[in-house]
């Protein structure tokens, strides 16, 4: 009896983990179907054309097939599958505990966590570990990863970029910025708020403040301000890794000027201290240089603006003086 007793139990073991391994290839072709669309909303307007519409009806059906393939081999493979998806859960969460030298104690609350999200959300429990690894590696403490990890998560599942990606954005950011784990919600909702509202994403965002970030940080500019620089530039097409450059350019000038910028900033009338030589807020400079600009020709904007920004950068910077409120 006891043989068989614990045939059964291994057997609603396996069940469970099946079930576990079949809605998560769901989940995952669900989350990729949503950022194809949205990304062809944005950049493909793909019902423009019967190509678009075709390009991503082919796309679509691979997605599928591929969600079913992988549904498929659970089925196909329940002890192999169910075996390897407890590995992979299990081999996530030791490499959590080797970057973070977490107690055996923390390790019980962070694999609950991580279990916890796998449960409650779109999310697996190895997608969950693998942001914990990230924030890990970031040098955050195990009570900070508890509390900033669903935070991360929301980002993520909002944007539909993988979440290890989310992760890793996030916390390189808020420690270029100088901001702390304890930064993590607000830091998510701002670039949240940031790609919902103009033309670009979280991943090009992140592409971007790899750039520029710790330039902007050592200014002690915030990320509110940054973002909005970002989404302005995306907004005329300037994005990730382009958008990053321009802006670390310009920044980078208009801090230590040449002879040739200070020409420029003295035509607009410019400077980036206030009256009692304390360093304007990003906000400020950016409101300070669209006034400048105002009052110039078309010709004059972009002299000025190669003069200020350089030639590769001066696109970022016409994009964001000449914006709309």
Same mark, same amino acid.
């Given at each position: 009896?006891? =043989?068989?007793?614990?045939? /059964?139990?291994?057997?609603? $073991? ?14 995952? !072709? ?6 194809? /669309?949205?990304? *062809? ?15 991503? %009806?082919? $796309? ?16 196909? =493979?329940? =002890? +192999?599958?169910?075996?390897?998806? #407890? ?14 030298? *977490? ?14 999200? #796998? ?10 570990? $693998?942001?914990?690894? /990230?924030? !890990?590696? !970031? ?20 944007? =539909? ?14 420690? *270029? ?7 993590? *919600?607000?830091? %998510? ?13 979280? !991943? ?15 200014? $002690? /500019? ?5 973002? @909005? &620089? ?19 350019? +310009? ?17 607009? #009338? ?6 009692? #030589? ?6 400020? @400079? ?11 020709? +078309? ?9 200020? &920004? ?9 994009? @964001? ?5």
């Amino acid at each position: 009896m006891a =043989g068989k007793k614990g045939n /059964y139990e291994t057997r609603i $073991k396996i069940s469970g983990q099946l079930d576990r391994s079949f809605q998560g290839a769901i989940d995952q !072709a669900d989350r990729e179907l949503r950022k194809l /669309y949205r990304d *062809a909303q944005k950049q493909q307007g793909f019902l423009a054309g019967v190509d678009g519409l075709d390009a991503f %009806s082919d $796309k679509t059906f691979r997605l599928v097939a591929k969600g079913a393939s992988l549904a498929a081999a659970g089925i196909a =493979g329940i =002890g +192999t599958a169910s075996v390897a998806a #407890g590995v992979s859960f299990e081999e996530q969460m030791s490499s959590v505990q080797a970057i973070s030298n *977490a107690s055996a104690a923390d390790m019980e609350r962070l694999n609950a966590l991580a279990l916890e999200m #796998g449960r409650n959300t779109q999310f697996s429990a190895t997608e969950a570990g $693998k942001g914990l690894e /990230y924030m !890990a590696m !970031a040098g955050w403490k195990t009570d900070q990863m508890i509390a900033g990890l669903p935070s991360i998560l929301n980002l993520a599942a909002a944007s =539909g970029e993988d979440l290890g990606e989310v992760s890793d954005i996030v916390t390189d950011a808020l420690t *270029a910025f100088g901001l702390t784990a304890e930064d993590a *919600a607000m830091f %998510s909702d701002v670039l949240a708020e940031a790609s919902n509202a103009s033309n670009t994403d979280v !991943a090009l965002m992140g592409e971007t403040f790899q750039y520029v970030a710790p330039v902007a940080g050592a200014l $002690k /500019y915030s990320i509110q301000d940054v973002s @909005i &620089a970002i989404g302005l530039m995306a907004n005329s097409g300037i994005k990730g890794s382009q958008a990053g450059t321009a802006l670390r350019a +310009t920044l980078s000038r208009l801090v230590k000027p040449t002879k040739e910028v200070r020409k420029a900033m003295k035509t607009l #009338g410019f400077s980036m201290t206030d009256s009692e #030589g304390n360093l304007k807020s990003f906000r400020t @400079i950016m409101q300070d240089l669209r006034t400048g600009f105002s009052g110039l020709s +078309t010709a004059e904007q972009t002299s000025v603006a190669a003069a200020l &920004a350089g030639q590769e950068a001066m696109s970022g910077l016409l994009a @964001i003086v000449n914006a709309s409120q």
